[in-house]
C-alpha cells in the first residue's frame, strides 16, 4: 500500500506492468488503503495530464463516468481548480452514459449527476461538455448515438477514460453479451443493474429499463482507461474480470487487451484477488497471527475438514510449508487454532462475573457494564444482534439502543397510507385531524416525487414505534432508547448529505453522556444504500474527538456485520449462542417492524425477509464453527472487535 506523498507525480501508477502481478492476474491493478485515498491520487493523474495538454496547446479529451465510485475523484479535481488553480478551459468531456428515456433535469440523471459534483464548480466552457441525450427521440435514436462516436474521433479520441464497474460486470452500461466491439448504442438493462439502482429510485419499478451508452469498442479506443472499484460488494466481479478469461458475459474483462489500463481498487473491493485472499499459493508470506487464522480456516474449508483433523501433508501440498517450518508441526498449528476459535465462543457478551477472563472475548469487569447498541436504522440491532441483545439485558446490564437515522425512506407509500388511515379513523372527531391531508398528499403522489415535510415525519413515527415496540419487547426501558435522527440522512430521498460536525456530535454527546464500557455497532459496508458506512465513518469520528477522554479507555467497541454480509470466520473476535427458544425469540422482535416486513424497499437483490436472513446467517455461522470441529449451536451472532487508537 502507498501513501498519497508517495504516489503524487509518480510515473509507475501509469504504466501497467510497473506494480505488482502475479501468474493469476491479466490487468493491472493497484490497492489502496482506503478509496479516498485511491480517488484523490487519480485526481492528480487527469490533473498531470491535463496541464501536459495544456502546456503543448492542445485539447485534454476525457472519458467520465457517474455512480458513487468517481464522486471522491470530482471532488478533488474541483478542489484543485479552486484552491491550486488548475483550469478546465482546454478540457472537451464525453460521458458514458444515460438512462433512457431521463430528462436533463431529472435529479437521477447523470446530466444532473456532472453538473452537481463537477461542472458547476470548475470553468470549464459549456460546448465543451458532452453526455447523452435521454429524451432523443427514438427514430432518431441510432443516428445520434453514431454521431456521439463521430464527435469523439473528430477530437483524436479520447486521452483519458474513467469508469466504474457494476456487479455484472458492465463498464458504462455494456451489460452482459455486449461485443467487443460496439459502439455508441441503446441497450435494456440487466435487472441486477436495476436493482443496484433501486434505492436511488425509491423501488426498481422507477428505474429506466433502458440507456444509451459508449461501446466497448468506442471505451476500448482512449488512450488510457483507469478502472475504480470500492467496497466488498464489487470484490467478487472485480476477482472474475481481473483473474478470469475474457468473455461477454462480464465486459469488463475486455479491458484485459488494452495496453494502458489501471484498476484502482480497495482493500474491500480487492480482498477476492488470490493474492489478497490466498497469498500462501502465490508466494512467501510473512506468517503473522491474522493470516495464519485465514490460511487454516481456508485449508479447512478446502478439504472439508475440522482444524484438529489437518496434517503435514495437507499444509505441504497447499503452499504453507514454510508455516509448518516456522510452528514445527501440523499438531501445534492446529491445537493453536482450535484453542484460538474456541475461546470466541462466549454465552456472556458482557464479560462474565467472577470467571477467568484470559480466555474469554470480554472483560469480566465491571461485572454490570454500560452499553451502547448504535444501530443504522431502526432495525439493524435486531436483525444482526438480537439474540446478544437479549442476553446483555438478561445478564443485567445497562443497555442503551441509539437508532442513528429515521430510517423513514424504508416505508412504503402503502404503509404510510395504512397508518395514516388508522390515525383518520381514531381521531375523526379532532377539528384539526392531520390525516386527511396526510392520505390525500400520498395517494396521489408521483413515484419519484420527494416527501414533503409531513409525510417523512409520518414515516419517521412509524419507525420509531415499531422499534420501541421491539426493544420494549427485550426489555429494555423506553428511555434508554435514543432516536438519534442523524441531518445526513434527512433528504428525503434515498441521496444524502455530507456528514457534518452536527451527526459528529449526537454521536459524541451521547457516548460521553453514558460513558459506556462497550459500544456495539454496525462495521459492514455491504449495505446497498451506503448508510451503514455512513454511519460507521461517523462513530470513528466521534471516537477520535472523545479520545482524550478517561472513560474511552475502558471502552471495547463491537462490530457487528448487517443483513447482507457476515464476518469471514477467521475475523471473527465473538461469537454469541443462541438456543432455538432465542432464535425464535429473536424472529419475533424483528417482526415489530411490521413496515419492512413483506414490502421493503431496499433489500437488494435477495429476496428473502430480513428476518429470513438473519436466522440463515446465523445458522450458516454455527454449521462453519461445527464443521471446523467446535460444538454444535442453534445459531452464533458473529462480532469483530475494533480496537480504538
Not at 461542472?119 to 441525450?133: G, L, M, Q, S
Not at 435521454?134 to 427514430?139: E, T
Not at 464489487?234 to 478470469?244: L, S
Not at 474511552?552 to 461469537?575: F, P, Q
Request: glycine content about 6%.
Amino acid at each position: 500500500m502507498r501513501s498519497i506523498s508517495e504516489l503524487k507525480g509518480s510515473i509507475d501508477f501509469a504504466q501497467p506492468g510497473a506494480l505488482e502481478e502475479t501468474r493469476f492476474e491479466r490487468v493491472h491493478n493497484v490497492i489502496f488503503k482506503d478509496s479516498s485515498l485511491a480517488s484523490i491520487v487519480v485526481a492528480h493523474e487527469i490533473a498531470r495530464l491535463i496541464r501536459q495538454k495544456h502546456d503543448s496547446n492542445d485539447n485534454c479529451i476525457l472519458g467520465l463516468a457517474t455512480g458513487s465510485s468517481p464522486i471522491r475523484v470530482y471532488e478533488e479535481l474541483v478542489r484543485m481548480h479552486k484552491e491550486d488553480g488548475l483550469s478546465f478551459e482546454n478540457v472537451i468531456t464525453f460521458n458514458l452514459d444515460e438512462y433512457y428515456p431521463m430528462t436533463k433535469e431529472n435529479i437521477q440523471s447523470y446530466h444532473y449527476f456532472m453538473h452537481e459534483h463537477l461542472f458547476n464548480h470548475i470553468d470549464i466552457p459549456a460546448k465543451n461538455v458532452h453526455i447523452p441525450d435521454g429524451m432523443v427521440p427514438m427514430h432518431d435514436l441510432n443516428q445520434y448515438c453514431s454521431q456521439y462516436d463521430a464527435l469523439i474521433d473528430k477530437h483524436g479520441g479520447l486521452d483519458f477514460q474513467l469508469l466504474g464497474i457494476g456487479r455484472t460486470g458492465h463498464i458504462g452500461f455494456n451489460e452482459p453479451g455486449s461485443h467487443y466491439n460496439s459502439k455508441t448504442r441503446s441497450i435494456t438493462l440487466d435487472h441486477i443493474t436495476r436493482v443496484d439502482a433501486a434505492p436511488a429510485f425509491l423501488g426498481i419499478d422507477n428505474v429506466p429499463r433502458k440507456a444509451i451508452t459508449m461501446g466497448i469498442g468506442t471505451i476500448k479506443k482512449a488512450k488510457r482507461i483507469v478502472l475504480l472499484a470500492w467496497g466488498t460488494n464489487k470484490a467478487e466481479i472485480i476477482k472474475e474480470t481481473v483473474e478470469g478469461e475474457i468473455s461477454s458475459e462480464v465486459p469488463a474483462t475486455y479491458l484485459q487487451e488494452h495496453p494502458n489500463t489501471t484498476f484502482v481498487l480497495d482493500r474491500a473491493a480487492s480482498s477476492e484477488l488470490t493474492r489478497i485472499k490466498e497469498p500462501w499459493v502465490v508466494g512467501d508470506c510473512v506468517w503473522d497471527k491474522k493470516l495464519k487464522s485465514k490460511a487454516i480456516i481456508w485449508l479447512c474449508e478446502k478439504l472439508k475438514k475440522p482444524v484438529l483433523k489437518l496434517t503435514d501433508k495437507d499444509y505441504n501440498n497447499h503452499g504453507m510449508a514454510d508455516l509448518l517450518t516456522q510452528e514445527g508441526s501440523a499438531y501445534d498449528i492446529n491445537i493453536n487454532m482450535f484453542n484460538r476459535l474456541q475461546h470466541t465462543i462466549t454465552g456472556w457478551p458482557g464479560g462474565k462475573p467472577n470467571a477467568d477472563d484470559s480466555k474469554r472475548p470480554e472483560r469480566a469487569v465491571p461485572e454490570k457494564k454500560r452499553i451502547i447498541v448504535f444501530s443504522p436504522h431502526p432495525d439493524d440491532d435486531m436483525i444482526s444482534m438480537g439474540g446478544t441483545l437479549e442476553r446483555l439485558v438478561e445478564q443485567g446490564h445497562e443497555v442503551h439502543v441509539a437508532y442513528q437515522t429515521t430510517g423513514n425512506n424504508a416505508v412504503s407509500k402503502e404503509e404510510a397510507i395504512k397508518y395514516a388511515e388508522v390515525c383518520q379513523a381514531l381521531y375523526q372527531k379532532w377539528s384539526e385531524d392531520p390525516s386527511e391531508s396526510l392520505i390525500r398528499e400520498l395517494t396521489e403522489q408521483e413515484n419519484m416525487e420527494a416527501d414533503s415535510e409531513a409525510v417523512l415525519d409520518l414515516k419517521r413515527l412509524i419507525r420509531e414505534k415499531e422499534a420501541i415496540g421491539a426493544t420494549r419487547f427485550l426489555g429494555i426501558p423506553d428511555q434508554n432508547v435514543h432516536f438519534l435522527k442523524m441531518p445526513f440522512y434527512g433528504t428525503g430521498t434515498a441521496k444524502k448529505r455530507k456528514l457534518s460536525e452536527n451527526d459528529v456530535d449526537l454521536l459524541s454527546d451521547l457516548i460521553k453522556t453514558i460513558k459506556p464500557h462497550q459500544i456495539f455497532a454496525a462495521g459492514d459496508l455491504a449495505d446497498p444504500h451506503g448508510t451503514h458506512k455512513t454511519c460507521l465513518d461517523a462513530l470513528k469520528l466521534a471516537f477520535n474527538k472523545l479520545n482524550a477522554e478517561e472513560f474511552m479507555k475502558e471502552c471495547w467497541v463491537w462490530l457487528y456485520s448487517g443483513a447482507w454480509d457476515e464476518w469471514k470466520t477467521h475475523d471473527i473476535d465473538m461469537v454469541v449462542p443462541m438456543s432455538p427458544d432465542q432464535v425464535v425469540k429473536k424472529r419475533n422482535a424483528i417482526f415489530y417492524h411490521q413496515s419492512q416486513l413483506n414490502r421493503v424497499m431496499f433489500r437488494g437483490d435477495d429476496s428473502r425477509e430480513f428476518w429470513v436472513r438473519a436466522e440463515e446467517r446465523n445458522r450458516n455461522t454455527a454449521k462453519k464453527y461445527h464443521q471446523l470441529g467446535m460444538a454444535e449451536y442453534e445459531a452464533l451472532e458473529a462480532f469483530k472487535r475494533m480496537k480504538l487508537e
